[in-house]
């Protein structure tokens, strides 16, 4: 199967498909301590992995060592970003300059972080608000916000 998948065979895929996949997301339930929605993300990183990846193997144990591995470091790469973005969003959240003290608790539900970013946006002066919406609401290059300020 493995060495169909490294030549391209869509059948063998499906069937790669078919056999493991279940079986990974049980393996990335434990390590994701139950967290369905960390656990499927990792689930289609590892998948894009293998299929970038994948090359022949010998007998299904080494083959399953290597998804296990794949697998994991998925995992440690999500871990990794929510980490990443968790620090981003506490440094976004303090506000140093008006001593206004420590940052308040980082919302969990969209809706939430959507009013705190709205909230943080209104506390900004005029000008650095317009320009952040121009970059990332309106999606305008750094070279368009500069020749639209000139």
């Known amino acids: 199967m493995t060495q169909a998948m490294a030549w391209g065979s869509d059948a063998a895929f499906a069937r790669f ?3 493991y996949f279940n079986r990974l997301l049980r393996y990335l ?3 994701s301590r139950s967290d369905e929605d960390a656990a499927r993300d990792a689930l289609q990183d590892t998948m894009t992995r293998v299929a970038k990846h994948v090359r022949r193997f010998d007998d299904e144990q080494a083959f399953w060592d290597w998804l296990v591995v794949l697998a994991r470091s998925a995992a440690r790469d999500a871990g990794r970003k929510q980490t990443r973005y968790r620090k981003l969003l506490s440094c976004f959240f303090q506000n140093s300059e008006t001593g206004a003290g420590p940052a308040p608790e980082i919302p969990h539900s969209e809706d939430r ?3 705190a970013l709205e909230a943080a946006l209104g506390s900004l002066p005029e000008q650095d608000r317009v320009l952040i919406e121009q ?3 309106l999606g305008a290059s750094v ?8």
Do not use: C, G, P, Q
């Open 135 to 137: 970059k990332y609401f």
């Open 29 to 31: 339930l434990v390590i």
């Open 113 to 115: 972080m959507n009013e």
């Open 17 to 19: 498909f078919e056999t």
């Open 143 to 150: 070279r368009e916000i500069a020749r639209s300020d000139s």
